[in-house]
């Protein structure tokens, strides 16, 4: 029992058998998520569109009330007064897919300065943290423009220094690289990881399984609004089962892994590895 | 304040608790089959010469850019939607703006017209806001009345060199009174009273609207000028 | 997102003629309102439940429900007729207050509830149009009605958007939200308002697009788009007509007595 | 002189130093763009977003008019009066990256019959074709929902119908698979390969370099309005200065065989892999 508890305290999500309908009494999108997440891990959600992603995300800070179920954050359940949202979506932060649904203000500056204005930061110290977070993020070069005539991957950028001059001790991205060319998603992939470094909790949907494998800590399959798995990455994208239920390619490093080892070129029983770095060193090495 | 008035913002007040229960508010939108066939035909003629007008001078615009097609559609799409959602409001009842003010400042009281009998179309299918045999009435006095006062208010603010934020409060306020003044009138006509007839039936519509609609005027003026005002720092 | 749209396009009515769902509902829409009758309005309320909830397949709660919207109207406007404030008590009932009453006549009490009848039988007309025929196929009814080309191409175009828009709105008011957007009334307010300008910038650039994006599959100014056809079925047309004049002749016979 | 004369014959697309600005005297999106797309090729567009790629698209088929220079379809200059333009639209289709820029209409019947009456086809023919489209690009199981219903792949689905049914010579992709699941995005791309494969030529903007490796004839890569480089994929991607310079990684494959080249595992002098499939065999035949 005292162990139980003691292990709470490091899990920072918590759902349990958390299920929503869009519709009263239609499609359940989600359908009894049941899952744990660890403070300060990177953690990627994957599965098929509809597959439930995004609505978990909005259960996590309390926009959407499951229907049944509960949401806890940092284990205690979410309290749905104002007060406790307020408390909530300040610790939960999220990032949209697009850009162009988050933001609405006419200046990168405006955008910025929404969330913080509205806990009630003292001006001074709000215009502080814009500044550092501009900063932090790469936004300055291009803080003067209107938000509507920035590119893609600015726009990004601004969606994440919305969130993350809250201080927030979860970041919720939604497939932030989708639509963003060669440049911005490697900055975005440079920010992600940052973030990580600060201890601050990733939850991130992709559709990129090479990229999940090489940068989670842990994998959320999702299917048809249930966690169909949640493993470690090799665990998740060796199971090729659960990936062929999620139409999920198998990631092409682990392919090619898993042919030279059926080709016998490579041992059997090598760690499966997570990265071409780590395949070309087995090839090199096994020779 | 006479005695009767008295009693009367009394009634309202009691109204307006009952009121406060009822799921969805979007009184001012005469519902389906209220009017009498009579009154539906003649606020539909009255309805044509504004329309006509509306008419030739979207015709006018697409001949000279056949682009503003699309921009057109937006802004009537852009009006369905804006006066579709939920605003904040004090009561925790759920209201919409009605757009009038809006739609007459940004896009001129000429294109409103078609656009607002498009979007009351919708509004009657799509939400059963409004119906199609009070679509002439409702037309008159949301997409026509409304939008001209708010139109002229605005004008002639800005002619004064009024601050814009006070004008545009003051034409989308005063559009949304004037809408709803309209539509209690239209409402007295059709029903006049048995002890007073059309002018204390008025102002019984009046009495019984102004709690809801007061408030909605003040809340649609104060969205219109954020919008308004937020536009131009783009 | 919009509840009447999305059940439409479910229903087992779908696929009837157009042409004959919008003759049946105007026509019965209008004896109604013509007849106001408490038999005609209570029959045409029944029928219509019976198509839309029977044949049409519409769950009978989200039907009630529909029905109750517009429940505030009816009850405040129906009130504001049937109430009186005045120094004689009316036949009907009186409440005394102070030298007043607040009283109303049989005749007129009797007038409200007919009045709530009609107007919820003519919904009931409304719905039955809307809940079982798409958006785009009253829209291929009306350009058969001769509705001016531009209205329609208008009306094409502002339904597509609607939901293209109200999709961005209401992702931009969650946003808001998370961002502690709904704090208080002010806040609220304003994070409304700003919504409300971020959208039409946002609508207006995509207008841009659009346009391009038609020009380049040889747009000329003109909207030239095909339906799918359903034919009108005689048995359908058949009985339409019966019915309509069965509420003919009862309207006429009421007119005459 | 005669032998150029031929060889322009199967040359389908052909810019000519085009230059454009949106504001007339600002910066240049286009700036002196030359390049020739032979017929029946598929050729990948890359570079960051703001490079000229849409731009360049919307050239093609006399969108956007050029300030200078001139762009040939089938050789011949563009003609830019109405009889013209629509000779060239009917030629060069061009399927948008957002959907919902595209698709005006709520009924999908509705939107691919668009293109077809405006082409002046009788009512039975283009009657016809839209049931042939819908089959051949498996739109059929969700033809009667509204467009607001459909899916993001779904809706992909039909703004390629939009164009297909008015039979073109070009098509022209702007990032088909931006935001779409793994599921969706192989599905897209087999929809291309059957497009490519009828003879059709493709011009597809991405961002995915691996994909573009693999898919391509040819890779255009475009760097501030202008063509930096264009060749065969593995030229291309083994330019390693021109990826720099437009941010672009080395594609996993050959950045794998490069290094395996380099450690001596593999023999120098291979053909470069454009598939895991083909590293897959050098690397057990080498051993």
Redesign the interface.
């Known amino acids: 029992m005292a162990e139980s508890e003691q292990v709470s305290e490091d899990i920072i999500i918590e759902a349990r058998e958390v299920r929503y309908s869009y519709e009263e009494g239609g499609q359940p999108s989600l359908d009894g998520v049941s899952l744990k997440i660890e403070r300060g891990k990177k953690v990627a959600f994957m599965g098929a569109n509809g597959s439930g992603k995004s609505t978990f995300f909005l259960c996590c800070n309390g926009i959407y009330r499951p229907d049944s179920g509960t949401v806890l954050v940092a284990g205690q359940p979410i309290d749905y007064s104002r007060k406790g949202l307020m408390a909530v979506r300040r610790s939960v932060g999220l990032v949209f897919q697009d850009p162009d649904n988050q933001l609405f203000s006419?200046?990168v500056y405006?955008e910025i300065s929404f969330g913080p204005m509205n806990l009630g930061i003292p001006e001074d110290e709000v215009r502080r943290e814009i500044e550092r977070v501009m900063d932090y993020l790469e936004i300055t070069p291009f803080r003067e423009r209107?938000a509507?005539a920035l590119s893609g991957g600015q726009k990004k950028q601004v969606t994440i220094a919305d969130v993350l001059v809250m201080h927030p001790d979860v970041i919720i991205l939604d497939e932030p690289a989708s639509a963003l060319d060669a440049k911005h998603t490697k900055l975005m992939n440079q920010i992600v990881d940052k973030l990580a470094k600060e201890g601050i909790t990733i939850l991130m949907a992709t559709h990129d399984i090479d990229y999940a494998l090489e940068w989670a800590d842990e994998i959320v399959l999702m299917h048809e609004g249930k966690v169909l798995l949640q493993a470690d990455p090799v665990t998740v994208c060796e199971s090729r089962e659960a990936l062929a239920m999620t139409n999920q390619e198998e990631p092409a490093v682990l392919k090619l892994f898993r042919r030279l080892v059926e080709r016998g070129v490579l041992e059997e029983g090598l760690r499966p590895p997570v990265s071409f770095g780590q395949l070309e060193r087995y090839i090199a090495e096994g020779r | 304040m006479s005695?009767?008035e008295k009693?009367?913002l009394k009634?309202s007040i009691a109204?307006a608790l009952?009121?406060a229960v009822?799921?969805?508010?979007?009184?001012m939108?005469?519902?389906?089959?209220?009017?009498?066939?009579s009154y539906?035909v003649t606020w539909g003629v009255i309805c044509i010469p504004f329309l006509a007008a509306g008419?030739i001078s979207?015709?006018k615009r697409?001949e000279e850019n056949?682009?503003s097609?699309?921009?057109?559609?937006?802004?009537?799409?852009?009006i369905?939607?804006?006066s579709?959602?939920k605003?904040?409001s004090?009561t925790g009842s759920c209201s919409h703006m009605t757009g009038t003010g809006?739609g007459a400042i940004?896009f001129g009281p000429s294109a409103v017209s078609?656009?607002g009998i498009?979007?009351l179309?919708?509004q009657?299918?799509?939400?059963?806001?409004g119906?199609?045999?009070t679509l002439g009435a409702n037309t008159f006095s949301m997409a026509v009345a409304g939008p001209l006062l708010s139109f002229g208010i605005y004008k002639i603010c800005s002619r004064l060199k009024v601050n814009r934020k006070v004008s545009v409060f003051l034409a989308a306020c005063l559009g949304d009174i004037f809408t709803y003044c309209v539509t209690s009138i239209q409402?007295a006509l059709a029903?006049p009273?048995?002890?007073?007839g059309v002018a204390?039936?008025a102002v019984?519509?009046l009495?019984?609207?102004a709690p809801t609609q007061l408030p909605l005027a003040v809340?649609e003026g104060?969205?219109?000028?954020?919008?308004?005002i937020?536009?131009e720092?783009? | 997102m919009?509840a009447?749209?999305k059940l439409c396009y479910r229903s087992k009515l779908r696929y009837v003629n157009a042409g004959e769902k919008f003759t049946y509902s105007?026509l019965t829409?209008?004896f109604?309102?013509?007849s106001?009758s408490f038999v005609l309005s209570g029959a045409v309320l029944m029928v219509n439940t019976t198509l839309t909830v029977g044949k049409g397949g519409i769950p009978l709660r989200r039907y009630i429900?529909?029905m109750?919207?517009?429940?505030?109207?009816?009850?405040?406007?129906t009130?504001?007729?049937i109430?009186?404030?005045?120094k004689?008590p009316?036949d009907g009932y009186a409440l005394p207050?102070?030298?007043?009453f607040?009283t109303?006549?049989k005749a007129?009490v009797l007038f409200g509830l007919r009045?709530i009848v009609?107007?919820?039988?003519?919904?009931s007309?409304?719905?039955f149009?809307?809940l079982n025929t798409t958006?785009t196929d009253?829209m291929s009814v009306l350009g058969g009605l001769r509705c001016?080309k531009?209205?329609l191409?208008?009306?094409l175009?502002?339904?597509r958007?609607?939901f293209?828009?109200?999709e961005t709105?209401?992702a931009m008011?969650v946003s808001q939200k998370a961002r502690l957007g709904?704090k208080d009334?002010k806040t609220?307010?304003?994070s409304?308002?700003?919504m409300?300008?971020?959208?039409?910038?946002r609508?207006?650039q995509?207008?841009?697009t659009?346009?391009d994006a038609?020009e380049s599959r040889c747009y000329d100014?003109r909207i030239r788009v095909l339906e799918e056809q359903h034919p009108a079925k005689p048995s359908e047309i058949a009985l339409i007509i019966s019915y309509e004049l069965v509420l003919l002749a009862y309207t006429v016979w009421r007119g005459v007595a």
Chains 1, 4 share one sequence.
């Not at chain 2, 939108?29 to 066939?37: Q, S």
């Not at chain 2, 104060?222 to 308004?228: A, E, M, Q």
């Open positions: 006419a200046s405006q209107p509507h | 005695k009767k009693i009367l009634a109204f009952l009121f009822t799921p969805a508010v979007n009184a939108h005469i519902m389906e089959g209220y009017l009498p066939p539906c008419f979207l015709k697409l056949r682009k097609i699309t921009l057109i559609a937006m802004a009537g799409a852009f369905f939607v804006i579709s959602l605003i904040p004090v809006l940004l078609i656009l498009i979007v179309l919708f009657a299918v799509l939400l059963a806001h119906g199609l045999t409402l029903y009273s048995e002890s007073g204390a039936s019984k519509f009495g019984v609207f809340i104060i969205l219109t000028v954020v919008i308004v937020g536009l720092s783009y | 919009i009447v749209d105007m829409l209008l109604c309102i013509v106001r429900s529909l109750a919207v517009p429940s505030a109207f009816l009850i405040l406007s009130l504001a007729i109430v009186n404030i005045s004689i009316l207050v102070g030298t007043f607040i109303g006549s007129s009045l009609t107007a919820l039988a003519a919904v007309c409304l719905y149009l809307s958006m009253i001016p531009i209205v191409e208008l009306m175009l502002i339904y958007y609607i293209v828009l109200m709105a209401s008011l709904n009334l609220s307010l304003r409304f308002g700003r409300g300008s971020g959208l039409l910038i609508a207006f995509r207008s841009g659009l346009y038609m100014g």
